[in-house]
């Protein structure tokens, strides 16, 4: 288990950017599976984006696919979520999850199936 430290979110009007980060510590050599969901008020959580540190394609959730981009420091440590065309159902509290494994097409979309959580980032988007 890691621990996941988040920073950045904030609020924009609709069809503005954002950057959200993570950044690991503790067994940072091991490589995870890494990335966000999101949960917005009365809401499930539910997957947005996840990639394996130690290489390969990330996944992305339908609803975010083509506005979002995940991506990871040569560190391996960090991930970052980049935004773009926001609208108002992406708002709500974005939280970095991780495992001791690879990501796989199914698995990476359930909540349970990430040990470590971030501290939850809030994402505001107004109309």
């Known amino acids: 288990q890691v621990d996941l430290v988040q920073s950045g979110g904030g609020s924009v009007q609709a069809g503005g950017s954002l950057r959200i980060s993570c950044a690991a510590s503790?067994?940072?050599?091991?490589?995870?599976?890494m990335g966000w969901f999101r949960q917005a008020p009365g809401k499930k959580r539910e997957g947005v984006a996840v990639?394996?540190?130690?290489?390969?394609?990330?996944y992305y959730a339908a609803f975010v696919k083509g506005r979002f981009t995940i991506s990871q420091d040569d560190s391996w440590n960090s991930v970052h979520l980049q935004m773009y065309s926001l609208k108002s159902e992406d708002a709500g509290t974005y939280y970095c999850?991780?495992?001791?494994?690879?990501?796989?097409?199914?698995?990476?979309?359930?909540?349970?199936?990430?040990?470590?959580w971030g501290q939850g980032t809030q994402v505001a988007v107004s109309s």
């Open positions: 503790g067994y940072t050599d091991m490589r995870y599976c």
């Open positions: 990639l394996y540190t130690g290489g390969g394609v990330p």
């Open positions: 999850v991780a495992r001791r494994s690879n990501c796989d097409s199914i698995s990476w979309l359930k909540a349970t199936e990430f040990t470590s």
